[in-house]
């Protein structure tokens, strides 16, 4: 079954303590992105990959680092999580970054930073 | 700027009723690409369709359809004899390429929540 998966689905943390968002997509996409949710804010692009080891900044970059070693995975990285980290991410998949292609969503990862 | 907004924050019908959920946007690019996504209480986004800045021809699927108008700039969602099931949060999204023209990036509306009750 073609998916994209997220682990964990619920986090809750402490400031500080560093933390990573795993998203593994089964369907060989070059495309990957990494999106947060927030009330009033809709959903916010973090960072995007094109492909293995290609990744640049979406709109809200700050705090976040990822990375692209290969094709199925594209982790979410806090360093030092802080309270207004606290959101429901997505990570997305898409068979490239042309305009037109559909985006596979993972099942979220609802994260709480105390 | 691109920009997508749905007016109507929530929305409630009894089912059976008919509903449209409104979607207007902003874009300067002749080429752009439209998206509805549902959101339901369970927390994932689920594709529902696409469409293309050059196809104004509505499409339906069963109880859903959708009107795009490129004079007005709206893309809106209509679900016809709703049911409980529907109950979800929906989301409308433009699809833009950065600079470069590699970042697939959706610009997205902040939804509309539709309760259906029985």
New interface residues.
Partial sequence: EAQVTQNPRYLITVTGKKLTVTCSQNMNHE?M?W?RQDP??????IY?S?NVEVT?K??VPEGYKVSRKEKRNFPLILESPSPNQTS?Y?C?S?L?????????????T?LTVV | AQKVTQAQTEISVVEKEDVTLDCVYETRDTTYYLFWYKQPPSGELVFLIRRNSFDEQNEISGRYSWNFQKSTSSFNFTITASQVVDSAVYFCALSEANNAGNNRKLIWGLGTSLAVNP
């Fill in positions: 495309y992105s999106y009033g804010l809709g959903l916010r692009q995007y094109m640049d979406g709109d429901l997505f997305a898409s490239s970054g042309t305009p037109n292609t559909e985006a596979f969503f993972g099942q979220g609802r």
